[in-house]
């Protein structure tokens, strides 16, 4: 059935690719969060653990976003906030398990921490390049750039981390390198909430 006007048929079109963009970000971000938290849990690192729920926040975040693509404003932000929270609660997370490390310290292996914090390059740096054209379009694939972009940063943190750990032979990088991936994690969280809250002001009911 045709579109009643070219509006439409953009509109369509744009949903459409933003729809199976969100679906290959999200089967990667689902697969990579088994493979790094398995390669955190083995090597014993709270850097490379931290970037595993990063993934798996994305994962949930990418769902949402799946859902808001065809919905109105007001949902689109609703979701970003959701997404907001979920970041928050990612940070606190890395957070806790720095506490249980500094009371149970050990020394991870950085062998493993290098290997996969390079093999989560590759993979979140694809995620990039997907999401990179959709986002300036809304505030749902704003947040979803957002994530990605964090993940970059989480990346090549772990893996100077590794070489920290391999340099000093202590696990004090692994903890200082989580330390300061939480405190992305919060002022990314911060920062989209804060986008939502001012699109659900702005946006009209429904």
Same mark, same amino acid.
């Given at each position: ?94 957070? #806790?398990?720095? *506490?249980?490390? %500094?009371?149970?310290? &050990?020394? /991870?292996?950085?062998? $493993?921490? +290098? !290997?996969?914090? @390079? =093999? ?40 100077? #981390?590794?070489? *920290?750990?391999? %340099?000093?032979?202590? &696990?004090? /990088?692994?903890?200082? $390198?989580? +330390? !300061?991936?939480? @405190? =992305? ?22």
């Amino acid at each position: 059935m045709p579109c009643a006007c070219d509006h439409d048929c953009s509109l369509d079109r744009l949903r459409e690719r933003q729809r199976n963009t969100l679906r290959a970000v999200l089967a990667i971000n689902a697969v990579m969060f088994f493979v790094i938290a398995a390669a955190a849990l083995h090597a014993g690192s709270s850097a490379l653990l931290s970037d595993s729920l990063d993934n798996l926040g994305d994962a949930f975040t990418y769902a949402l976003s799946l859902y808001a693509v065809a919905r109105g404003a007001a949902t689109k932000a609703r979701v970003a906030l959701v997404k907001g929270v979920l970041i928050l609660l990612g940070a606190c997370v890395v957070l #806790a398990q720095i *506490g249980h490390r %500094l009371i149970e310290p &050990g020394v /991870p292996l950085f062998e $493993v921490m +290098g !290997a996969f914090s @390079l =093999l989560g390059l590759a993979a979140n740096g694809l995620c990039l390049f997907l999401l990179w054209r959709h986002r300036h379009e809304d505030v749902n694939m704003s947040s979803v750039w957002e994530c990605s972009r964090n993940d970059i940063a989480a990346n090549l943190s772990v893996f100077a #981390a590794a070489g *920290g750990v391999w %340099l000093t032979g202590s &696990g004090w /990088p692994d903890l200082l $390198v989580a +330390g !300061a991936l939480a @405190l =992305l994690l919060l002022r990314s969280a911060a920062r989209v909430i804060g986008n939502a809250r001012a699109e659900l002001r702005a946006a009209p009911a429904g």
